[in-house]
C-alpha cells in the first residue's frame, strides 16, 4: 500500500476513535528515567494537530521538573528548526495553521518528540509526508546526538513502513500500550 493511501487511512482512523488523548506524564517520565535523563536537558515537543498523541500535559509537567521546552517552527523547502519556549509564553499561529513559538531562541533538544501518523518494529515512521522531521533529524545528527522519541497509539503500528533513501528511523516509539525499542 502506497504512504499515500497509508497516511488518509491511518488519520481518519485516528479521528474518528482516538481524538484528544495522551500518553501520561508517569509513563513518559519513567521512559526518562530508563534513559537516565536528568533536568535542564532540552526537550524539543510538538503542538499536536490533527488528533495526534497529546504532548502539552507533559510538556507542561516537564517545564514545572526545570527541564528546557522548545516548539518547531517550520521554513521554506520543508526545513524547522527548534526554539526555545514555555507555557508562560504566546504562540504564533503558521501558515499551516499550527501554534509555533517566536523565534527568539533557537536551540537543538536533547530529546526530539515526533508525532506519527504510523509505525513499525523497527522504529521507521509514517508522517504527513513534507519530510519535516526527517530533514531536520538527518541534519542534527551531523552534530549532535539526539533521542528521537515517536509517539502513537498503538493501532498505528503497521508490518512495515514504505520508506525511501531520506526516512529516518527513530530510537523509540512510545504508545498507549507501551515502548518499543
Known sequence: ?????????????????FSDQSISFSRFK???????IKK????GGYYP?????????????LERDKFKISLPVTKKNNLMDFYQWSF????NIS????????????????IL?????????????????????????????????VITVGLAFSFQELKTVPRNKFDQKLDIILTDKGIIK
Not at 493511501?5 to 481518519?12: D, E, P, V
Open 1 to 17: 500500500m502506497s504512504k499515500e493511501i497509508l497516511r488518509k487511512k491511518l488519520i481518519n482512523l485516528r479521528r474518528v476513535n
Open 30 to 36: 519513567n521512559l526518562l528515567n530508563k534513559l537516565n
Open 40 to 43: 535542564n536537558q532540552n526537550i
Open 49 to 61: 494537530i490533527n488528533c495526534e498523541i497529546g504532548t502539552l500535559e507533559i510538556l507542561e509537567k
Open 88 to 91: 508562560k509564553q504566546s504562540l
Open 95 to 110: 501558515n499551516q495553521g499550527i501554534p509555533e513559538p517566536f523565534t527568539i531562541k533557537k536551540v537543538f533538544p536533547d
Open 113 to 145: 518528540l515526533v508525532p506519527l501518523v504510523g509505525f513499525d518494529k523497527k522504529k521507521f515512521r509514517l508522517g504527513y509526508g513534507g519530510g519535516f522531521y526527517d530533514r531536520y533529524i538527518a541534519r542534527v545528527f551531523k552534530f549532535k546526538k
